[in-house]
Nanobody, 124 residues
Framework: QVQLVESGGGLVQAGGSLRLSCAAS????????MGWFRQAPGKVRKFIAG????????RYEDSVKGRFTISRDNAKNTVYLQMNSLKPEDTAVYYC?????????????????WGQGTQVTVSS
C-alpha cells in the first residue's frame, strides 16, 4: 500500500553531514510511524531512529544519538534523517520503513513497508 524511496546517500568524509530523504507514495504516511534502519556489510539490519506518526515522539539507537535527527513532513509525505558528525562506522545501506500501528518499534520485522535502501559511505 505504501511505496518508499530513499535518496540522499553518497560518499562523505568523516565529520561531514548528509541528509537522507524517504519519499512515500501510494497513500499518506500520516498514520504510520516511520523508522530508519541500516545494514553494514556482514551485519544484521539494525534500527537507528524512529518517529511516531505525529512526530511527537522520536527514538534513537545509542550510537547515533546526538548526531542524527529524524523528522517528518506529513504534508510532503516525506521522512528525513539528518546525519551529522559522520564516522566511518556509519557506513551502511540505510533503509526507510513504515509501521502501520503508528508508534515507534525497533524490530525490523514490525515494519510493514520498506524502501530499497540508499548507500552511505563515510571515509576516514
Amino acid at each position: 500500500q505504501v511505496q518508499l524511496v530513499e535518496s540522499g546517500g553518497g560518499l562523505v568524509q568523516a565529520g561531514g553531514s548528509l541528509r537522507l530523504s524517504c519519499a512515500a507514495s501510494g497513500r499518506t504516511i500520516s498514520g504510520y510511524a516511520m523508522g530508519w534502519f541500516r545494514q553494514a556489510p556482514g551485519k544484521v539490519r539494525k534500527f537507528i531512529a524512529g518517529i511516531s506518526r505525529s512526530g511527537g515522539s522520536v527514538r534513537y539507537e545509542d550510537s547515533v544519538k546526538g548526531r542524527f535527527t529524524i523528522s517528518r513532513d506529513n504534508a510532503k509525505n516525506t521522512v528525513y534523517l539528518q546525519m551529522n558528525s559522520l564516522k566511518p562506522e556509519d557506513t551502511a545501506v540505510y533503509y526507510c520503513a513504515a509501521d502501520g500501528l503508528g508508534y515507534i518499534r525497533s524490530a525490523s520485522r514490525a515494519y510493514n513497508y520498506w524502501g530499497q535502501g540508499t548507500q552511505v559511505t563515510v571515509s576516514s
